[in-house]
């Protein structure tokens, strides 16, 4: 299996709304990212898991709430997002962290009325 | 603040010709990876450089790092429809993949 894998693929929530995006990798990589792309620009950084701890934060509002649960799974919980945070979340994992590629999803494109 | 740019932004050219990708960087990196993204799709890993002097070619595209320059450059040798897409490279300088991407080149191929 060398796939990162996102759920879902499409979702359309409200400003009060509570939702989660979730990635799931069973490559035994160690690192997992979240990364948020607009429209026809570069993805941005979001969060760094290294061995299920969180090692990075790019300074992101707390509306977004990243998880690990075990090292072939994260999470991104939502709530109270506003219209400007529509886009495409993409995940990527990549093996120890480090001079390696990072493998990504197909992302969860995510609009917020 | 690290800046990553890309030039050019956008690129159509003639199926069978060549050319080449510019990415130049702000600050110190000697690792630095190029991604391609077909439009709605995901990033797929094109090259990984991992030192100055790096070279690597897959079919017709050729990358390359200069980090003295802090320079990377994508060639693209007789350019065919199906390299259509939008190139991005992106720099590591945490050394943790925790990659900053460049501004990204379009590139249409005109057959």
């Known amino acids: 299996d060398t796939e990162v894998t996102q759920t879902p693929k499409h979702l359309v929530m409200g400003m009060t709304n509570k939702k989660s995006l979730k990635c799931e990798q069973h490559?035994?990589?160690?690192?997992m990212y979240w990364y948020k792309q607009k429209a026809k620009k570069p993805p941005e950084l979001m969060f760094v898991?290294?061995?299920?701890?969180?090692?990075i934060n790019e300074s992101v509002p707390s509306r977004f709430s990243p998880e690990c649960p075990n090292s072939s799974l994260l999470n991104l919980h939502l709530h109270a997002l506003q219209p400007e945070d529509s886009a495409l979340y993409l995940c990527?994992?990549?093996?120890?962290?480090?001079?390696?590629?990072?493998?990504f999803g197909q992302g969860t494109r995510l609009t917020v009325v | 603040e690290l800046k990553v740019e890309q030039n050019p932004l956008f690129l159509s050219m003639q199926e069978g010709k060549n050319y080449t990708i510019y990415c130049n960087y702000s600050?110190?990196?000697?690792?630095l990876y190029w991604y391609r993204q077909d439009p709605g799709k995901s990033l797929e890993s094109l090259f990984v450089l991992l030192s100055n002097g790096a070279v690597k070619q897959e079919g017709r595209l050729m990358a390359s790092l200069d980090t003295k320059a802090r320079l990377s450059t994508l060639h693209i040798t007789a350019a065919v429809h199906d390299l259509s897409a939008t190139y991005f490279c992106?720099?590591?300088?945490?050394?943790?993949?925790?990659?900053?991407f460049g501004t990204g080149t379009s590139l249409t191929v005109i057959p």
């Open positions: 600050t110190t990196s000697d690792r």
């Open positions: 990527a994992s990549s093996p120890r962290g480090w001079d390696t590629e990072a493998f």
């Open positions: 898991y290294s061995y299920e701890k969180l090692s």
């Open positions: 992106a720099v590591d300088i945490r050394l943790g993949n925790q990659f900053y």
């Open positions: 490559m035994g990589h160690r690192a």
